[in-house]
């Protein structure tokens, strides 16, 4: 077996188990350098990494290296220069055009693009049509039709993809216009670190000057209050110029948290469109699509399989696709439904989904971005009192629990303050369709985690 193959492989699931950033820090240019009397040799880029792996990751590589063979036996790790050059010399053999090449590598210094995002490759269906139509609307006339273009939806569901896709869009239509794509994290810590240095303004003139400012995951603006007082001045200045501004978020711009209220009704202020789960026909789409894409044939039975099962995350279905393609280069042969079984053995049969109080009460302050404690204290704050109250509402209503046991499992309150929160919270469902969704989006995480 190629050395370089088996790593692939190895990374292809690893992807799949831990955070894109993670991944990213922790194996990037690492490679297998050789393998002697069942002992596969692992050069890491310094000693930080080597620790790391052997700490954190030893299990799992050892436990994915045995499932593609079995005679190895176990792992070293060393230092070696060579990582690097050999991974932009040689960029992997399997994954051409997937996901594993590390995206640094094909980024517009420019723009902070990624040319790999297109409409091209954007598969649509019922779920994400809206989205979509809006999207491309948006690239035929920046600034002119719908801004600023609000998108919302899951981990995993396309969001990035489609930005990048308009930033692309725009870019090839309009080669005049500055277009700049930013993480909200790298923009707060952009503004962070100006105003250390003293550079506030020079940023400040710097975003005046983009056309079209694409921003992705405005969710993280919860509670940073300075970076979203230069957010709005910067917001101001471009759209008063008519100059488009695209946002994403995991939630609707009145879900997010600790955001400013002028903020709030300046990203409602244009188009809002949400992506949602797909259903199982575009999961097909999608699925031969990617096939296509990466020039892979699998049988009509195996792609029903996955659809069926990976049902939640596109990203998902194409880390399934990338361990099947994986095992198709190694053995040059098509895995057996038994096997596709197995081998995504650990993206399916995640058990069973159990929902029970803590899991409840993380989520929520999660997603408020509070602290547990903090709902479980007794503080009456306004934006502590409601999440508060939306997790004694859940516990109820997920988990059919006593009012005495909820109100226990929140900081040892009496259960009447639990059935007033239980009633208050309902009848306000009755009536605010936000909230609805607010909680509906919390329900999801509960589950999906
Ligand atoms: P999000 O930003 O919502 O978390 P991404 O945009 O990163 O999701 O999408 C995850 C992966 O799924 C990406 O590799 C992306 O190319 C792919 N993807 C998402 N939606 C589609 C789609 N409609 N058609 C094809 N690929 C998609
Ligand atoms: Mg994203």
């Not at 948006?138 to 998108?151: A, C, D, I, L, R």
């Not at 469902?429 to 609805?436: A, C, K, Y």
Request: charged content about 25%; hydrophobic content about 40%.
């Amino acid at each position: 077996m190629v050395n370089e193959e088996l790593w692939q492989a190895v990374l292809a699931q690893i992807q799949l188990n831990i955070s894109s950033a993670n991944f990213a820090t922790w194996f990037k240019n690492t490679q297998i350098t050789s393998q002697k009397n069942g002992v596969v040799f692992i050069s890491v880029p310094n000693s930080f990494v080597k620790e790391w792996l052997e700490q954190k990751y030893n299990k799992i590589i050892i436990k994915i290296l045995r499932n593609l063979d079995k005679e190895i036996k176990d792992v070293r790790y060393d230092i070696g220069k060579s990582g690097l050059k050999v991974f932009k010399k040689n960029p992997s053999v399997i994954y051409q055009e997937g996901q594993l090449e590390f995206q640094e590598f094909k980024i517009d210094s420019e723009t902070n693009l990624n040319p790999r995002y297109t409409f091209d490759t954007f598969v649509v269906g019922p779920f994400n049509e809206l989205a979509q139509a809006a999207a491309s609307a948006v690239v035929k006339s920046p600034g002119q039709v719908y801004n600023p273009f609000f998108v919302y939806g899951g981990v995993g569901l396309g969001k990035t993809h489609l930005l990048e896709a308009i930033g692309n869009g725009i870019v090839k239509n309009f080669p005049q216009k500055k277009v700049q794509y930013i993480p909200t994290e790298k923009f707060v810590s952009e503004v962070i670190s100006s105003i250390r240095n003293h550079q506030i303004e020079k940023l400040k003139l710097a975003y005046q000057a983009i056309d079209t400012l694409i921003i992705d995951d405005v969710q993280f603006l919860a509670g940073k209050e300075k970076t979203q007082e230069e957010f709005f001045h910067t917001f101001n200045a471009l759209y008063e110029k008519n100059k488009q501004i695209i946002l994403s978020s995991d939630r609707p711009p009145k879900a997010i948290p600790a955001l400013a209220e002028r903020l709030r009704s300046r990203f409602e202020g244009g188009m809002i469109a949400d992506i949602s789960y797909p259903d199982y026909e575009s999961r097909i789409a999608i699925l031969k699509a990617k096939c296509l894409e990466r020039k892979s044939e699998l049988p009509e039975e195996i792609i029903n399989y996955i659809a069926a099962n990976i049902q939640r995350n596109i990203r998902e279905l194409e880390g399934a696709l990338n361990i099947l393609i994986a095992y198709q280069k190694l053995n040059s042969s098509l895995p057996e439904l038994k096997t596709v079984k197995s081998l995504l053995n650990n993206l399916i049969s995640s058990p069973v989904r159990v929902v029970n109080a803590k899991k409840i009460i993380k989520t929520v302050s999660e997603f408020y971005d509070l602290k547990e404690k903090d709902l479980t204290s007794s503080s009456r704050k306004k934006e502590i009192v409601k999440p508060r109250h939306i997790a004694m509402y859940l516990l109820r209503e997920e988990l059919k629990g006593s009012f005495p046991f909820i109100g226990r499992k929140l900081g040892s309150k009496d259960h009447t303050t639990a059935i007033h929160a239980y009633k208050k919270i309902s009848k306000e469902l009755d009536q605010n369709e936000g909230l609805l969704e607010e909680i509906n989006l919390i329900k999801q995480r509960v589950l999906s985690e």
